[in-house]
């Protein structure tokens, strides 16, 4: 059974931008830490933002800063990120994940990541 579902992928332009969602079910949502992920073809999965449920702390990886935001409405148990500026290399299936983590980062190890969406691709042309 799917707890974690992404939407708002698409194909754009170099520049362009696209809105992600990634709605869960309440039990899931209450872990704290959701995360995006991406995963472009050949390539390892990276972590590419988190945000706190409670404090809403917010990480990113260094090729997003200044071009994506994630935020949340915990009314809608759901997170989102802007991607503004895209890029040929942001292509990929892109994820959504829970944890239960404190600082809510999406780097090293994402063993602790239990529940994972079936992702929506994001495919930017030059």
């Known amino acids: 059974q799917v707890q974690l579902v992404e939407s708002g992928g698409g194909s754009v332009q170099a520049g362009g931008s696209l809105r992600l969602s990634c709605t869960s079910s309440?039990?899931?949502?209450?872990?704290?830490?959701m995360g995006w992920f991406r995963q472009a073809p050949g390539k390892e999965r990276e972590g590419v933002a988190g945000?706190?449920?409670?404090?809403?702390?917010?990480y990113y990886t260094d090729s997003v800063k200044g071009r994506f935001t994630i935020s949340r409405d915990n009314a809608k148990n759901t997170v989102y990120l802007q991607m503004n500026s895209l890029k040929p290399e942001d292509t990929g299936m892109y994820y959504c994940?829970?944890?239960?983590?404190?600082?809510?980062?999406?780097?090293?190890?994402?063993?602790?990541?239990?529940?994972w969406g079936q992702g929506t691709q994001v495919t930017v042309s030059s």
């Open positions: 994940a829970a944890a239960t983590r404190y600082p809510c980062t999406v780097v090293g190890s994402t063993e602790d990541f239990g529940y």
């Open positions: 309440t039990y899931i949502y209450r872990r704290n830490c």
């Open positions: 945000i706190h449920r409670v404090d809403y702390s917010k």
